[in-house]
């Protein structure tokens, strides 16, 4: 018997088991693919997921394997600098591989004590008052207490579920791979730029000793994406954008992706729940999709414990839905807005001029920006200050910054005030009193998610606050 069961093992999940072991709650990771993909796609991951990773110790070993880059040209690459004093210690962004995100993720599960067992695909499952019973592909049955779908845009869980998932189907599909390419790289490059100047679409980017990424629209859409585009499509399309296939050859990966646009109805049904591209997908304007579903895992991880370990407030698990669908409705709106800027279109043209023109106003620019890294977040906790239900930025305390106190995925009271107290749930809130904090607040409660769930000075309120999210005193 397990407490959760996570369906697959991409960035997810894999951060999901990891939250759920901060609360030592007995995870189930299973990983429908044997080894890891080989293609290698270079993701950004923006200011929102540095901060959740810096808070959970894990920001060190991602600056190690990625580029840090300036945060600016990330709303519909409009080529604008990122505003001044963005509101962030880590105001940058990081490119980084996807298959070393998604190694680092599943290695900090496994060392907090979540099992991962690869190979192993959801076929079924059935819901009872006590628990899930899970079916695997080869027939296994395994038991839980809730059981989480992170298995990717084509969720298993989610079909199963029967939750519908509606939007707008692809458009337009895109080839992407690496392959060797035999023409001389001016020829390449002279053909990049001249294409670059047309409507047409077509990136190929070198990696040395003949090796080049290369990313050009697919011929066609596919709705089952599953079966990897071959060598021959490549070359087709290359013909068709650039007049010549560039002598492709020797494909190290290839793989197809679609602009389809969909949200999963609901997020929960009774104890089986959604996150990460099982709920939401997009098209990848902004690079935004996998920084999405990290944040799922971070919002939803400390509910679900909380829950399984029996002192969850009535309804906290349902704020689960409540906080972050809205936060995926805004992410696929924003994108399907950038796919339009892309278009070719004059009116399309002339609103991108516009947008382009507005962009040197900082306010845009900043509401831009700040929509697209998450850091502009707020959850509606109800009236308040405008800090209520944002996150904090990580500051610097009398001894270390406020994120290293964050790294047990506990609240936190921080008080400047020297009097507060969060006495009898040692083991949910810390506290840590320091009149010297960098903050013009006396104190606040924060949430295991960094998100601001109480701004004050007096006992008794932050007492109703420490109720409302933490539950009543053991
Ligand atoms: C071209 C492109 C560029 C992108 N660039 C960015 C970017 O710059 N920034 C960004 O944030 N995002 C980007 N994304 C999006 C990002 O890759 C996805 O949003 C992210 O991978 C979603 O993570 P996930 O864990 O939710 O799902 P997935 O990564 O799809 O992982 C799901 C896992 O579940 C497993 N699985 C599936 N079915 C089952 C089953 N039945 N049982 C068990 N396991 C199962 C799968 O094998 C897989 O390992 C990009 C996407 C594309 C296509």
Not at 79 to 105: F, R, T
Request: charged residues 25%.
């Amino acid at each position: 018997m397990f407490d959760v069961i996570i369906a697959g093992c991409g960035p997810t999940g894999a951060m999901l088991a990891a939250e759920l072991r901060l609360h030592e709650v007995r995870v189930l990771v299973l990983e429908k693919e044997p080894e890891p993909g080989s293609f290698v796609r270079i993701v950004s991951l923006h200011m929102r997921s540095l901060e959740l990773m810096a808070m959970r110790g894990l920001l060190d070993r991602l600056l190690e394997r990625g580029r840090r880059r300036p945060v600016g040209g990330i709303f519909a690459a409009i080529p604008k600098p990122a505003p001044e004093g963005l509101d962030s210690a880590h105001a940058y962004l990081l490119g980084i591989p996807q298959p070393v995100v998604n190694q680092l993720l599943r290695d900090h599960a496994t060392e907090l004590g979540a099992q991962v067992r690869v190979g192993r695909a959801v076929a079924g499952f059935e819901q009872d008052d006590e628990g899930v019973t899970v079916e695997l592909a080869d027939g296994e049955r395994l038991r839980s207490r809730y059981l989480v779908g992170c298995d990717g845009a084509r969720s298993t869980v989610r079909k199963l579920l029967g939750v519908g998932f509606p939007g707008e189907p692809s458009r337009a599909d895109t080839l992407m791979g690496e392959l060797e390419l035999g023409a001389p790289p001016e020829e390449i490059a002279a053909k990049v730029a001249e294409i670059g100047g047309t409507d047409k679409r077509l990136n190929i980017r070198p990696f040395g000793e003949g090796v080049y990424s290369v990313v050009v629209p697919a011929a066609g859409v596919r709705e089952d994406r599953a079966e990897p585009p071959t060598l021959e499509d490549f070359r087709h399309q290359l013909r068709a954008i650039a007049g010549t296939d560039f002598g492709a050859h020797s494909p190290r990966w290839l793989s197809r992706f679609g602009d389809a646009t969909r949200l999963a109805e609901r997020y929960r049904v009774g104890r089986v729940l959604l996150a990460g591209d099982a709920a939401h997908i997009h098209p990848p304007a902004g690079g935004q999709g996998l920084n999405l579903g990290v944040q799922d895992a971070v919002n939803l991880g400390w509910k679900l414990a909380a829950q399984i370990r029996g002192w969850a407030p009535e309804a906290l698990l349902d704020t689960y839905q409540a906080e972050r669908r809205p936060v995926a409705a805004d992410v696929l709106d924003n994108t399907r807005a950038q796919v339009e800027l892309h278009s070719a279109e004059p009116g399309a043209q002339a609103v991108r001029r516009l947008l382009t023109e507005l962009m040197d106003f900082d306010e845009v620019n900043r509401y831009l920006t700040e929509k697209i890294t998450a850091i502009g977040i707020r959850y509606d906790f109800g009236a308040g200050p405008d800090l209520l239900g944002r996150r904090l930025r990580d500051i610097d305390l009398k001894q270390g910054r406020l994120y290293d106190r964050l790294r047990r995925g506990r609240g936190l009271v921080l008080d400047r005030t020297e009097r507060l107290t969060v006495a009898g749930r040692p083991d949910r809130v810390d506290l840590v009193a320091d009149p010297t904090a960098a903050l013009d607040v006396p104190a606040v409660l924060l949430r295991p998610d960094g998100h601001v769930a109480w701004i004050g000075e007096h006992q008794p309120d932050l007492d109703d606050h420490l109720t409302r999210w933490f539950g009543r005193p053991a």
